[in-house]
């Protein structure tokens, strides 16, 4: 499966932006999907996945400030990220898991403080 993401971009503190996942080339249906995030100097950590059944899991750091969704149809994953802070900047990374895990190529994400 291939995965193509969009949405990321340069904004100030407390601002939103939208990031989008679109999955090709399966088959088969997609488990699950979401998002990791990787900082400078940091390890890739989770943000949000979300499951083909709807089920949701953020980060504990991003709870009440960003919302993950699909479309099972268009094969899409949606990130709303709102009030975003300094610490949320880095490289978010689509996700999704067939019959093993796969990668996008990563969407940068920069907040201004």
């Known amino acids: 499966v291939q995965l193509q993401a969009s949405g990321g971009g340069l904004v100030q503190a407390g601002g939103s932006l939208r990031l989008s996942c679109v999955a090709s080339?399966?088959?088969?249906?997609?488990?699950?999907m979401g998002w990791y995030r990787q900082a400078p100097g940091k390890q890739r950590e989770l943000v949000a996945v979300?499951?083909?059944?709807?089920?949701?899991k953020y980060a504990d750091f991003v709870k009440g400030r960003f919302t993950i969704s699909r479309d099972n149809a268009k094969k899409t994953v949606i990130l709303q990220m709102n009030s975003l802070k300094s610490e949320d900047t880095g490289i978010y990374h689509c996700?999704?898991?067939?019959?093993?895990?796969?990668w996008g190529q990563g969407t940068q994400v920069t907040v201004s403080s």
């Open positions: 996700y999704a898991y067939v019959f093993g895990p796969a």
């Open positions: 080339g399966s088959r088969f249906s997609i488990n699950d």
């Open positions: 979300v499951t083909d059944g709807g089920t949701t």
